[in-house]
């Protein structure tokens, strides 16, 4: 802890750097909503969606200035270590991926653009907040600011039925998880005396009291809604169904990065108790239901949905195994995940044309004739989600079945490697039903934007990269483990200020 | 030159072909370019392989031209590559038929020929990079590699129930393979590393522990995806359909190498990993083979169909290889070693030999010929001496293998030889009776009156086929004699064996 911290009331300069990107998202997200009125509507399209852009091209530069800044921040409420920067990163360059894929999709679909481009920014300062959040209050509030606009961005299309409908859904059902997590929150307040993680993990290691279990519980049902694993999976394919899809590619990812960031801080960096059992049954459950309905979906963002339900089951699994590989091997899995998912939305999106027309499997039928190279990055994203080496997927699933291997899992890591045989058969579904089936209109689509390439091609050179030289993001990710899990361990670096912590995390 | 090509010879070898598949996506649509590109990097890629055998060191039994370099430092993976008398050829075979496969597919391939022929050489990496690993994890990886380019082959270019097929022959081999990573992640689990020769070395010194309990299911894990590989009966059913769906070039490459890789797999991990296991199993595994030999040529009899022939008579062929293998002895395994490639190149042949008849027909039905043999004599000839060379007529490829394989058998288990045996009675029996009724007598059908005999490419694509199975059926001991060595190395431990057993 720092030790100044608790007399100062105005924070240090150093508070902010280790903010900054926070602070960089705000302003653009604020500028953006502001702009929005004063342009017409073609030029906003295109003026806000390169401010957006930027915006989240130079809070990355801003993260890097957060990585040099190591510490805690404002009154012990944001830690920023390796971990938090990592999803700092990855959240980040999501949204501007998303943001590259809105530009074509927000125009084809004559949507207007201000506010959502607005709204992904402010959404993302909720989830990057809430990897570096260790205060289970400001965790809330990052919650809440990521969830509000995800709500808004699934109604975003505005002339679809079932896309109010998301929306409604979406909202209503979150809003009573979230209540669910505020209510675990306040009942670990009442069995730890804080609601501080570090705090907190101090007094569960010498005594556990019972009312914990209940808080964890119930933090978990919160948590696990936005996940959307099982068996709080329900509102899934109903909301991705209707949600944007650029919008899909979003919210399958980051604000999952960002719980999983959050449920890894509780379960390990507070040693919450009587993790095991919630997890396995969740995980295993996430896993087959997700899976087994897959299978006979026909709508492809169903599919994808249902798909991302299984996915949280396979990460879920690293948080039953050993704090240290166990929190590696889900950050590698949010990181590959995050890679293939987007790119597939993103490929889906430049698909649907107006009005989100082309979404069934049929649709897809000899898109490898119309498109050969659309239909090729779409098959390489879903390999990924299979699981086949040379992409990212294949590591993921490895280092998530081998740290529960690890742990001893077997029963768990049988029920997933047939889940992974049995995802296998619907994934290659759109595979074959790409490639070997004939096209119903011959009519060449619409040629690539340039935006969209380049979404793609980051997507498809980080899949690869993970797939082929997975070392450098796992050596990454096993630093910033073993720092997680080091701090309530280390008794006598406890009171060290956390720069010298860290610095001993890095031996 | 040659020390500096030595340690980057398994390593260009490999992905000369992923590199040329990666610069054809940027070769513009011209599908002749295409097609004068893929042959030019498969033929610099065989002659660059055969480099390997004509600086293999016989006098030495491990493994030559080794690469070992650190991929990724946690998991402990190694790009650890090298090859023995035995991969060396399997190699080899790879790279000799690939160029092969580029000219039968030069008129048969006319849609999206650019995508066929980057899978084709995406494929060859694969297959290359399987018989080159000596890393387990290395191993799985282009294992698993091999299976995309092959199942979108068939499914893309094959014929009408293509997709089902495909699916049929990715998933078999998926679930398959995952009990092998199962088995590969227990062993890494106990010995902290990947890499063959370690995990050999730590199960023959006795450092892996409660390696006796697991080594059961260890041995079951590696073989059953080779088993369905092979595929051995009663495994063997997704063979016929995944060959006859597939275009000549799939076809030439499954039979020719992929089946090899179960083969290979057997020889490699589940003999020298476990000697004991395999021992304890040899006698039910044996008996797979021996139906596999037996029902393969008779179901491949009765077949209506060209291309279904040759698919069973690989079941059956492939059953030697199983046998031979689970014999123990270096003659039995010589033979199967020697059969793996002549059969690679026999059963090669007659898959081009079935395609070039279809690119006419548009049919592999036998009744819809007879009497080809007057309009399209020079393909009436290839046909039958690579008939000859795979039922296993002395002097020609396939009669060495086998008899080595028999011999070997004898040895083990007379009965064993004995029921083998009939298997070459079975396979003249199949094939001759095929030659006869698509060959022989007076045409049946007018149309196969007009049919043009091979051309220049195509005569290209056989010769060097004929000329390697007369080759390896009269000097078999270019083969044998690199063979031997490899074979003996990776028996050394059944004779430790037996030693125990005697002094007990």
Known sequence: MNPAAGAQVIPHVEDYLRFLPEIVLSIFGIVVMLLDPLLDEERSQKTLGALALIGTLLALVSVHVMARHPGLAFWNMISVDSFSVFFHFLIITIAALVILTSYEYMTVQRLRAGEYYGLILLGVVGMALMSSAVELVLIFIALEISSISTYILTGFRLREASSSEAS??????????????????????GATGSTNIMQISRVLQSSVPTLSYVAVALMFVGLGFKIASAPFHIWTPDVYEGAPAPIVGLMSTAPKAAVFAVLLRIFFQANAPGR???????????????????????NIKRLLAYSSIAHAGYLLMAFAAAPDIGTSAAMFYTAAYAAMNVGAFAVISHFASFGERYVTLEDYAGLGRRSPLLAATLTIFLLSLIGIPITGGFFAKFYVFSAALKANLVGLTIIAVINSAIAAYYYLRVIVVMYMREPRDDAPLAPLPAALGVALAVCLAATIYLGVLPGGVLNYTQRSAEQLVQIPVSHSARDLPPEIKLRQGRR | MSTALDSTILTLV???????????????????DIRIFSLVVTLLTFVLSLHLPVHLNRSQAGFQFEVNKQWISSPNIHYHMGVDGI????????????????LISWKSIQERVKEFFILLLVLETALTGVFTSLDLFLFYFFWEATLIPMALLIGMYGHGRRAYAAIKFFLYTMIASVFMLAAILWLYAKVGSFDFITIQNAIRNGQVQSFGAAAPWLFLGFFIAFAVKVPLFPLHTWLPDAHVEAPTAGSVLLAGVL????????????????????????????????????????????????????????????????????????????GATFVMLAHGVSTGALFMLAGIIYERRHTYEISEFGGLATPMPIYAAFFLFIVLSSLGLPLLNGFVGEFLVL??????????????????????????????????????????NTLP????????????????????????????????????????????????????
Not at chain 2, 87 to 102: A, G, I, K, M, Y
Not at chain 2, 432 to 439: A, K, N, P
Request: glycine letters at 8%; proline letters at 4%; aromatic letters at 14%.
């Open chain 2, 259 to 334: 089946l090899k890789m179960g083969t290979y797999g057997l020889l490699r991990f589940n003999l020298s990993l476990f000697p004991e296991q395999s021992q304890r199993n040899a006698w039910w595994i044996a008996i797979l083979a021996l139906i596999g030999i037996i029902y393969g040529a008779l179901v491949a009899m009765v077949q209506p169909n060209m291309k279904k022939l040759i698919a069973y008579s690989s079941i059956s062929h492939l059953g030697f290889v199983v046998l031979g293998i689970f014999s123990f002895n270096p003659a039995a395994l010589d």
């Open chain 2, 87 to 102: 991969s060396v050829w399997l190699v080899v075979l790879t790279t000799f038929l690939t160029p092969l496969c580029v």
């Open chain 1, 168 to 189: 409604l859904k979406y909202f209503l059902l979150g809003s009573f998880a979230t209540a669910f997590f505020l209510y675990g929150v306040a009942l670990m307040f």
């Open chain 1, 276 to 298: 095991f059992w919630l997890i396995w049954v969740s995980a295993a459950l996430s896993m087959t239901l997700g899976n087994l309905a897959a299978l006979v979906q026909t």
């Open chain 2, 14 to 32: 490999t992905f000369m072909p992923l590199a040329g598949g990666l610069l054809l996506i940027l070769v513009p649509r011209r599908d002749r």
């Open chain 2, 407 to 448: 011999t070997g058998a004898f040895q083990a288990r007379a009965v064993y030889g004995i029921l083998g045996a009939t298997g070459v009675i079975w396979s003249a029996c199949y094939l001759l009776w095929m030659y006869q009724r698509v060959f022989f007598g007076k045409v049946t059908h007018e149309v196969n």
């Open chain 2, 453 to 504: 005999d091979l051309d220049r490419r195509e005569k290209a694509a056989l010769w060097p086929t004929a000329v390697v199975a007369l080759l390896m059926g009269v000097a078999p001991l270019i083969w044998l004699s690199m063979i031997d060595p490899a074979v003996q190395a990776s028996l050394a431990p059944f004779a430790q064996l037996v030693s125990r057993a005697v002094g007990q």
